[in-house]
């Protein structure tokens, strides 16, 4: 395993978290209107997990000999719901492939494997939950029933 290499891209994704962390907490707060309380909660809880990941990553990179990094990636800043939701959407997604190429680098050892790969799971989850509430599902073709009447084998 290449650790400076996963230091670095675990400060990256530690990056990402501490963005999330206030990017959703700010979000939390400036949230107006009847659907306040349904997305103040989400993107509070939202903050916290990414409290929470920061400092899983930042011991990890500890661990391995370096120094977890205190700079956020850019934080975006709006009062508009479908716009919280788009970055959203856009942090969680780059979340997805940072820790996707830490596990990469990690491979080789079923610790950092097993952990990344959890982590992969859990930001593509919040990826696809996110998706479905900006509508932006894909909706996969089924074959025509026609087509499938005719194919008996």
């Known amino acids: 395993m290449d650790k400076p290499r996963l230091v670095e891209k675990l400060n990256q994704a530690i990056a990402l978290e501490l963005c999330a962390l206030l990017q959703y907490n700010q979000y939390a707060q400036v949230l107006m209107g009847p659907d306040r309380r349904i997305w103040r909660d989400f993107f ?3 903050s916290d997990h990414g409290l929470k990941d920061a400092r899983t990553f930042g011991s990890r990179v500890v661990s391995l000999g370096g120094v977890p990094t205190v700079e956020p990636a850019p934080v975006k800043q709006t009062n508009d719901i479908r716009e919280m939701l788009t970055n959203a959407l856009e ?3 780059r979340l997805v492939e940072v820790y996707s190429e830490a596990l990469d680098i990690g491979r080789d050892n079923p610790a950092y494997r097993n952990l990344l790969e959890e982590q ?3 930001e593509q989850t919040d990826v696809e939950e996110i998706e479905k509430y900006l509508n932006r599902i894909e909706k996969v073709a089924a074959a025509a029933p026609a087509q499938r009447a005719g194919k008996t084998g």
């Open 44 to 46: 509070k809880e939202s």
């Open 120 to 122: 992969v799971l859990h």
């Open 91 to 93: 942090l969680e997604r």
